[in-house]
DNA sequence: CTACAAGCTAGAGTCGGCTCTAGATCAAGC
DNA sequence: GCTTGATCTAGAGCCGACTCTAGCTTGTAG
């Protein structure tokens, strides 16, 4: 089952620019096949591969490293290690990212109900603005350098 | 107790570049004063601005964005509840990051541990790789497109 | 037969968020 | 007096990951 690069646009979700732009930096794990006149064909696996690629780079992984991973797996049995400390290693800065944002949320969490409180007690005066640097209800002091 | 950029720099983590940046870009809440000779000096309170400025930033909240509650909180009194929205706003897009990445990385834990299996039990060669699109233990199937 | 959509290539442009450079000024220590 | 290092300004440069353009070819529907 032949796929054009418009059709595996669609179903990936990546633009046929992105597509394009994939194939050049070397991020398909098969050589993408071309029709006599020169078009490009795709197939399932392709989309399957996408499919992970995307969720590699939704996740802040590199095109960079993602051909790295690729050029092992195309280099065969062997490297097997590597492609899991690869893996591994992308893991953990996922989690590492996870956690920095839960912090974040928790600030601005702090932040907007300190907001929420003194709006809904009508002394959002109150609240910090640069012309009273000093107020105490300055919510921004719950970040500490 | 003033400070020079340089000390601010080192206490906030940003470059001085990026600091004569963010001040260009009108992200400081207090204009930044200057020595006779022209020099800038920054306050605590700055220290205190610009981590907040860095938790909001890392959490993905453009400069766009930051400057745009800046200016709120400098028109003073009667925007709090735009500044509240904003605030609450950007919660709910770090709830949505939190979520995507927690998504991507249980499809990256399922490859990685079915890495693992194979090469822990010395069959890494039966592992995807791009001369056998068809092998049974392809872990990029995990990903569904 | 012709219009129009879809594809092709090479390469330029974009965007955000800095980073770096050049060339000048200034303060403090030797 | 002189060097060193911090600061200043304006503006150029960079990076990643696309996106878009121009100019051309090809396939299909009416």
């Not at 070397?26 to 197939?43: E, K, M, Q, W």
């Not at 992984?61 to 893996?87: K, T």
């Not at 974040?104 to 640069?130: F, H, M, S, T």
């Amino acid at each position: 089952m032949d796929l054009s690069i418009g059709e595996v646009s669609k179903r990936s979700g990546l633009s046929v620019h992105a597509l394009r732009f994939y194939e050049k930096e070397g991020l398909f794990a098969n050589p993408v096949r071309r029709t006599a006149n020169g078009r490009r064909i795709y197939h399932e696996e392709d989309l399957e591969w996408l499919a992970s690629c995307t969720k590699l780079r939704s996740s802040g992984m590199s095109l960079a490293a993602i051909r790295r991973y690729v050029e092992l797996a195309r280099q065969g049995a062997g490297n097997e290690h590597e492609r899991l400390a690869l893996l591994r290693d992308h893991e953990q800065q996922v989690e590492a990212q996870i956690r920095e944002l839960q912090e974040c949320l928790d600030v601005i969490r702090y932040k907007a109900d300190v907001y929420a409180e003194y709006v809904a007690r009508g002394q959002a005066d109150e609240l910090w603005n640069p012309s009273r640097p000093d107020a105490e209800a300055d919510c921004h002091r719950a970040v500490r350098p």
